[in-house]
């Protein structure tokens, strides 16, 4: 039987490979030639990485992507559409299993039922203080909990594991591009304040202590709220700290 076509943004464009070293790799391959905003999918990576150049398992049959953008602007404006990105994938993800089971993990981790289901990567090319290129790497265990992952506090789960509904890349692919289109409009629209507190309305332990590990050290405190720049602010026995880049453990 046929599938009916899937919806997909005006404006964007898309590649699916059937395989590369990675989807953000492939974007900075690609960025220069690309005229529109452009999502590159790849059925299968073999290079897959994560943040400060962790490696991201991606069994086949689980989502890799990455969206290619000219927002324009200066690094720090484009650094908040990580926060963007995290509330297009939990409405996708949204789509497919209870809504309370998932949550947002500063600053760029969606979890489900506590264990982390996906996670977003944003790297960015400029001069001048302006950017040229931005590049949001999403990956999302759809059906596969990878097993070649190393000791961390917030265990990879999937979807299917976790009692999501069937979906395969395309039509993830599909959800994600939707809702990242509708949240980008929110953001040329009504700013970064409207994407803040749609955010934290999902964020993991807000108001709950919490403990950011720094390159300098840990920081321990309630997790106050992420500020306009999209920091984390802490609320420690020292005072409020704002925290521009951390891990972040319970």
């Not at 073999?46 to 943040?51: H, K, P």
């Not at 509330?87 to 789509?95: D, H, K, P, T, V």
């Amino acid at each position: 039987m046929t599938r009916e076509p899937l919806p997909w943004p005006d404006g964007t464009d898309r590649i699916v490979l059937d395989e590369v070293d990675s989807t953000m790799a492939e974007a900075a391959r690609r960025a220069s030639t690309l005229d529109r905003p452009t999502w590159i999918m790849a059925r299968h990576q073999t290079a897959a990485r994560g943040r400060r150049g962790k490696i991201w398992s991606n069994p086949r049959g689980n989502f890799a992507a990455t969206f290619v953008m000219k927002p324009g602007g200066n690094p720090a404006s484009a650094a908040l559409r990580s926060f963007l990105a995290a509330n297009a994938l939990f409405e996708a993800l949204a789509m497919k299993v209870n809504r309370d089971a998932l949550s947002l993990k500063w600053p760029n981790d969606v979890l489900l039922n506590g264990g982390k289901v996906a996670g977003i990567l944003l790297e960015s090319t400029g001069r001048g203080g302006v950017i040229e290129w931005l590049s949001v790497g999403i990956g999302v265990n759809l059906k596969i909990v990878p097993d070649d992952v190393g000791r961390t506090d917030f265990p990879p789960v999937s979807l299917a594991g976790e009692g999501g509904a069937a979906t395969d890349q395309d039509e993830f692919l599909s959800l994600l591009a939707s809702n990242f289109a509708t949240e980008e409009r929110l953001f040329q629209e009504f700013g970064f304040g409207h994407i803040r507190e749609k955010w934290l309305g999902r964020a993991a332990r807000l108001g709950e202590v919490i403990t950011a590990r720094t390159t300098k050290g840990e920081v321990m405190g309630i997790f106050e709220t992420v500020d306009e720049a999209g920091h984390l602010v802490l609320m420690t026995p020292k005072g409020r700290v704002a925290i521009p880049a951390a891990d972040v453990f319970f």
